[in-house]
Every structure is written in C-alpha cells, then in structure tokens.
C-alpha cells in the first residue's frame, strides 16, 4: 500500500469513527450489532472503533450498550465558553428571558445551520425540545435569518443556494427568492419574524449580533406561543427590547 492508499484509508477510518459517534447519539446508546447493521460496516471495525474511544474515555459500556460519555461535555462546555462574547451573551439571554417572560436565546452560525449557545426559559415561557448545541435551520428561524440578514450578502446568497429550504410548517418559507425579499427587509430594519414557520403555535424575534469589526457573531431571539406574540408586544415592543440588548451586548464586545 502506498503513501496515498494510506492516507485515504485513515480518513475513512475517521469518517466511519463519526458516523459511529452519530448513531450513538442518535440512538442514544446501541450495541456493536445495531451500530454495524444500521451503518452496514463490519462488526469487528465498529468493535474496534468503540474500544478505541472506549480506551480513551469518549463512550461507557453498560452491560454490551455502549453510550457517549461525559468527555462530549467537557468539550462542548468548552466550545461555548471558548469566546469572552459567548460568555457576555449568557447573561442578557437571562435577561431578556425574564424581561419578556419567554424564552430567550443565542445562537451562532456554524457550516451553514444555527447552533445554540445559550438558551434560557422563564416560569412562563414555552420549552421545546432545542437544546444547547443542537443545529436549527437558518431559513425557518428568527435568529437564523437575523444571521442570515447581517451576513456578508454574496455569503448569505451562497449559503441560501447550497441549504436546503425544508418545509417545516406550512409557513415555511422554501421558496428562495421569497427568503432573500425578507432578508432585505430584515436587513432594512435590523431585526426578523419567525411567524409559526419552524413550529406551528410558536413566534419569534431575531436580532443580529456584531462584533467590533462588522462581522456576525450570532443573533438572539425571544420565541413563545403566538397567541401571546401577537400586536405591538410582538411587532414593536419585543423588537425594541431585542434592539437594545444587542446593543448592549455589541457595546460590552467591544470594550471587555
């Protein structure tokens, strides 16, 4: 085998380690069998990949399941805390939460689809099942399309090309030249509307956040049942409020 079979056999190894790393969260813990059958590899490579992460501590075996361990935690605690802004989000999402009495959020952007960072819920707000680093689709939410909206327009024109536009609820917006005519009204106004479009029954604001030099850090959002999100406490008040916490949080950026 030569030097290039070598390298691409390793990457393939890498890219099975992944796969398996997915089916694991997926399924929330599976034996080698169900693993090898759902992924249609050999059981002796699966076996071998978990020993593996099993010898460094990155997934538990209970009876013959084998589970993620807590070492994901470790890193993901480190990704979200990894920028002094994360950090400085965390508590105007706190805020805004209790603010509002909703449920409040930052999220960034990462390969193309937003990814929570912070996410607070009041006594009143409405939980969903998004949790802290899960991805949620740029075009269907309120903070996705505020990140959308402050991107770069030829790289929010490319990611919007290469995303694909699923329907969620039937106020989805999938049809492209529909999302760019909202982006620039978004772009117009500095802050978007999730009208029931990623869950039926539930609304949302989105805002922009920039760093110092321009660039999009992230956005935040108040979501809650449309039945509360509706006349000026949804179209004017929660985008005011949302417009000054960005604000505030742009300002803190820039002088901690």
Do not use: C
């Amino acid at each position: 085998m030569d030097a290039g079979d070598t390298q691409l056999s390793s990457v393939k190894s890498v890219d099975r380690l992944f796969e398996i790393i997915d089916v694991l969260d997926e399924l929330d813990g599976a034996r080698v069998t169900e693993v090898a059958e759902l992924l249609e590899m050999p059981k002796s490579t699966v076996h071998g990949h978990l020993s593996t992460m099993h010898q460094h501590g990155y997934v538990v075996k209970e009876g013959n399941e084998y589970y993620l361990s807590l070492q994901f935690l470790r890193l993901g605690e480190h990704a979200r805390w990894r920028k002094q802004a994360y950090k400085l989000a965390h508590e105007k999402v706190t805020r805004l939460a209790d603010r509002t009495d909703e449920r409040a959020q930052f999220i960034i952007e990462e390969h193309g689809e937003g990814v929570y960072v912070h996410r607070e819920t009041s006594e009143h707000g409405v939980e969903t099942d998004s949790n802290i680093g899960e991805s949620v689709p740029l075009h269907a939410t309120a903070a996705g399309k505020a990140i959308l909206s402050a991107l770069p327009v030829s790289y929010a024109d490319s990611l919007i090309e290469e995303i694909e536009l699923e329907r969620f609820t039937e106020h989805t917006i999938t049809d492209r030249d529909e999302l760019h005519e909202e982006l620039q009204t978004a772009r117009d106004r500095n802050y978007v509307f999730n009208n029931e479009e990623s869950t039926k029954g539930l609304s949302a604001v989105g805002v922009p956040v920039l760093e110092q030099s321009g660039a999009v850090l992230g956005a935040i959002s108040v979501s809650g049942p449309t039945y509360r999100m509706n006349g000026d406490w949804f179209t004017e008040e929660i985008p005011l409020i949302l417009l000054g916490t960005a604000n505030e949080l742009e300002l803190d950026i820039t002088f901690s």
